[in-house]
């Protein structure tokens, strides 16, 4: 199973939100030269700062660990926090926080685990590579069909466009 | 990135040609844990897929390679714990823990947190991991004063192993004596600081290589430790870690000299078997 979207606004809603960028303490002119290379991607709009999008992954594993008690893992694809502090929820045992959740969602599925992954490009600061996409892929059993698909719905209360779904069956863990 | 992974995974592999009785099957991960490694991944300079490819066609062996960065200076305590839920009977865990100043940032280089840094690689290869679940501890120091909560954490932790020693991340002094007031009735291995700068996630592994006492014959007396990182953020990993007459400590002196408190990367192999 698994589902793509973009995040289309601020998940917050109008609601008025201080930037923190945690910009990098820059000091000297060759801090300044060297950090100059780094464009980011034009174009793409800032929805959440980087407190508000541990904030949203927080929500969402808090929502899998209670209505998919059976996962063995949560994957999430999250880099060092830049001073941002991770959630309780976040550092839950049953998550794993990594780069390049793909290859290690592929490595769980080949040793029949349950697993959730979630792989995000939420742009936080104009710097950051991304496109506000965000990929959720699932390896379980059949039963938790309908309940990947709500969590898919609820995903719209924080401004995620569906952009596509596949809940092909051949994801049962149980086959 | 040739040069850059050429470095992580050239350690592992010099590491593991030292130990050819360790089958490549029998260690069932590789975890590259990282500080500071993230800009050049998130502004795209490094894909982290070719990365991990690229040191795991270095060491030539099947090993499945990871990069965590999300956990700081804990990933590798945050890293063991993932691999004992995914493959609990492991026998080796294979840990390379990389801080390099990629864009020479004055901040890393020193900063009013810890001061003065000290980059490098360090290579752990962890025996019996998975013989003493209980003696890793993943947590997260919450309130005002993290130091001191992480302090608390550690001497609770400390009652179960009255013997061990404990490492501490090498941190100045003033900082230092505050988190050993806490744990005063313990042993704890010497502030490394001045040397080393503080070397994040290496730190305990770096202390264990120091100071560990050695026989007459070079090879190390055996000595319990419990190996104990801390994240600025409050993320805390400790490891019972014991070594013993058979485990390969060593130091890439050659490399280590250039970098003391210094761009670049040293090369402190750490074998830990």
Avoid at chain 1, 162 to 168: A, E, P, R, S, Y
Avoid at chain 2, 72 to 88: D, F, M, V
Avoid at chain 2, 165 to 173: G, K, S, Y
């Amino acid at each position: 199973m698994s589902f793509t979207g973009r995040l289309t606004g601020r998940p917050y809603g109008g609601k008025a939100t201080l930037a923190s960028l945690r910009g990098f303490p820059l000091s000297s002119e060759s801090d300044y030269r060297n950090a100059s290379g780094f464009r980011g991607i034009r174009g793409i709009p800032v929805y959440l700062n980087f407190f508000e999008h541990f904030d949203l992954m927080s929500h969402m594993v808090k929502l899998v660990l209670k209505e998919m008690e059976e996962l063995d893992f949560i994957l999430v694809e999250i880099a060092m926090p830049s001073g941002a502090r991770l959630t309780p929820t976040l550092l839950h045992e049953k998550v794993f926080l990594c780069l390049d959740v793909n290859s290690e969602f592929e490595k769980l599925r080949d040793r029949s685990f349950s697993v959730l992954a979630i792989r995000d490009s939420f742009i936080r600061h104009p710097q950051e590579m991304g496109d506000n996409s965000i990929n959720v892929d699932c390896f379980a059993k059949s039963s938790t069909l309908h309940v990947f698909h709500q969590f898919i719905q609820m995903l719209s209360q924080w401004r995620i466009e569906i952009l596509q779904t596949n809940f092909d069956p051949t994801g049962d863990v149980s086959n | 990135m040739a040069h850059f992974s050429g470095k992580v995974g050239g350690q592992a592999r010099q590491l593991l040609d030292l130990v050819p009785d360790v089958s490549p099957e029998s260690i069932s991960g590789h975890y590259l844990c990282s500080t500071i490694v993230n800009t050049c991944f998130t502004v795209g300079d490094i894909k982290v897929s070719n990365f991990n490819n690229s040191v795991a066609e270095i060491i030539s062996h099947p090993i499945p390679v990871a990069f965590i960065n999300a956990y700081e200076c804990a990933s590798w305590g945050y890293a063991i714990r993932y691999h004992l839920q995914k493959h609990p009977d492991t026998r080796f865990v294979l840990i390379s823990v990389i801080d390099a100043n990629v864009y020479n940032f004055e901040f890393w280089i020193y900063n009013e947190n810890w001061e003065h840094s000290g980059f490098g690689i360090t290579t752990l290869l962890i025996e019996k991991v998975s013989e003493n679940k209980d003696g890793l501890i993943t947590g997260f120091a919450s309130g005002h004063n993290t130091m001191m909560a992480f302090a608390i954490a550690i001497r609770k932790a400390a009652v179960n192993y009255p013997g061990n020693t404990i490492t501490l991340p090498l941190f100045p002094q003033r900082i230092r004596q505050m988190l050993e007031s806490v744990l005063n009735k313990y042993n704890v291995l010497p502030n490394d600081h001045k040397q080393w700068g503080h070397c994040f996630g290496s730190d305990p592994w770096l202390s264990i290589l120091n100071n560990t006492p050695l026989d007459s014959s070079g090879k190390p007396l055996e000595s319990s430790y419990l190996a104990c990182s801390l994240a600025l953020n409050g993320y805390y990993s400790m490891l019972e870690a014991a070594v013993n007459p058979d485990t390969i400590l060593m130091l890439d002196r050659n490399l280590s000299n250039q970098v003391r408190f210094g761009s670049g990367y040293a090369n402190n192999p750490n074998a830990n078997k």
